[in-house]
């Protein structure tokens, strides 16, 4: 997951950031409703929660290397809501912005390798005499 938020982050948001005047031109014209202030506001919670989720997988990536069980936990129940609600929250949106279509399509895919292999038995292994390696060795 932490390829999806770098992907999200790197890739993402700069596809959203040009595909602002397709957003823009999809909005309904409704008196008194600035639609700019609007995209604004969007894209910088976007921003600034792209941002947050990154810096929080990137937290448990390192947690998980230190053999924390908590963290893969974390992640197998994170990476399982996010295979569930991308897909209900597209087609509920009804998006068809090729910008944001595909980072949510790619995230879907890297989020089912993410919990298989969460799943698979290296991951499993948190004994303390099988995560002695992981805590000997450097982080990267």
Do not use: C, H
Not at 6 to 35: E, H, I, N, R
Not at 60 to 86: E, H, P, S
């Amino acid at each position: 997951m932490i390829a999806q938020s770098a992907f999200s982050v790197f890739v993402g948001l700069p596809l959203a950031y040009m595909s602002k005047d397709a957003v823009l031109a999809s909005m309904p014209d409704t008196p008194g409703v600035d639609t700019e202030a609007i995209w604004q506001g969007s894209f910088g919670f976007t921003v600034v929660l792209s941002v947050g989720m990154a810096a929080l997988w990137i937290l448990f990536a390192v947690k998980l290397r230190a053999g924390r069980n908590w963290a893969r936990i974390t992640m197998l129940v994170l990476t399982a809501l996010g295979l569930v609600v991308t897909p209900i929250n597209l087609a509920n949106t009804g998006v068809t912005i090729p910008a944001t279509v595909m980072p949510a399509l790619i995230g879907v895919a890297v989020g089912l390798v993410v919990l298989i292999l969460l799943l698979a038995e290296p991951a499993k292994s948190w004994t303390p005499a099988k995560t002695a390696f992981l805590k000997a060795s450097p982080p990267f």
